[in-house]
């Protein structure tokens, strides 16, 4: 039974770290092509799982090159333009999508119609200014963007910084609940020293009223006195 429970906790374990062992840094690529030969491409460094597929065939070329032109990866398509539809029918344009493991000698992009260039993007992910800007992120410059920046790039890590880039990080979660905590204990806190004012407040005011009343009875027993040993009586006169 242990030597089943150990097993159960190791595969749990393994379970856990899966994700974080197949997460690598990767260069993610959308394309818009046109049949009329225009293209339209964003780009980014993120963290995720490079694509599995490869195909080697096609009239469509994407090449990641280096700063001499050498291709460092390069895959080919073959787009027809036809929408699945019932009946298919022609398309405008067509979607590629591609996450490749990053290479820090990447420098360009190039996309190729029948071996004839279509268009060019060279590579803007890091230019080491302490400005978090343009393709940069905390994956792809770490120097300039931290975690913590809107930079488009969700790293939910348990890693005490809150990422504002993700729908859920714990990260944040976890602090959110701490400010909430945080609030509560001030509110707290405020609503003591109030309550403990009006009691002190409350007990002068009792303790004034008294000494009134007091001195008002002094006083009347004075004036009582002053009549009964008939000796004339002066009151202050009256303020207009």
């Known amino acids: 039974m242990k030597l089943k429970t150990k097993i159960m906790t190791a595969i749990l374990i393994a379970l856990m770290l899966l994700p974080l062992a197949s997460a690598e ?26 694509s599995s597929y490869s195909n080697e065939t096609g009239s469509y070329m994407l090449s990641v090159n280096d700063a001499s032109g050498a291709p460092l990866w390069r895959r080919n398509y073959d787009i027809g333009f036809v929408l699945l539809a019932n009946p298919p029918r022609r398309a405008e344009y067509e979607i590629i999508t591609e996450k490749i493991p ?22 803007d992910v890091c230019d080491y200014n302490l400005k978090c800007d343009k393709k940069e992120n905390a ?16 790293i939910a890590k348990e890693d005490d910084i809150c990422d504002p880039d993700c729908i859920s990080d714990i990260d944040c979660a976890r602090q959110e609940k701490e400010r909430s905590q945080a609030f509560a204990l001030v509110s707290i806190a405020m609503s003591v020293i109030i309550v403990a004012l009006a009691v002190v407040f409350h007990r002068k005011r009792k303790k004034i009223v008294h000494l009134f009343e007091k001195a008002k009875g002094a006083y009347e027993r004075y004036i009582s006195e002053l009549k009964e040993m008939g000796k004339p009586v002066k009151r202050y006169p009256r303020r207009r």
Do not use: H, Q, W
Not at 102 to 123: G, P, Q, S
Not at 139 to 154: E, L, Q
């Open 102 to 123: 990053y290479n820090e000698k990447m420098y360009e992009i190039a996309f190729y119609k029948d071996n004839k260039l279509v268009l060019r993007k060279y590579l």
């Open 25 to 50: 840094v990767v260069l993610e690529v959308n394309m818009l092509v046109f049949e009329s030969n225009a293209a339209a491409m964003e780009y980014k460094v993120t963290e995720g799982r490079a």
């Open 139 to 154: 994956v792809s410059c770490p120097s300039d963007c931290s975690v913590s920046d809107f930079d488009g790039v969700c």
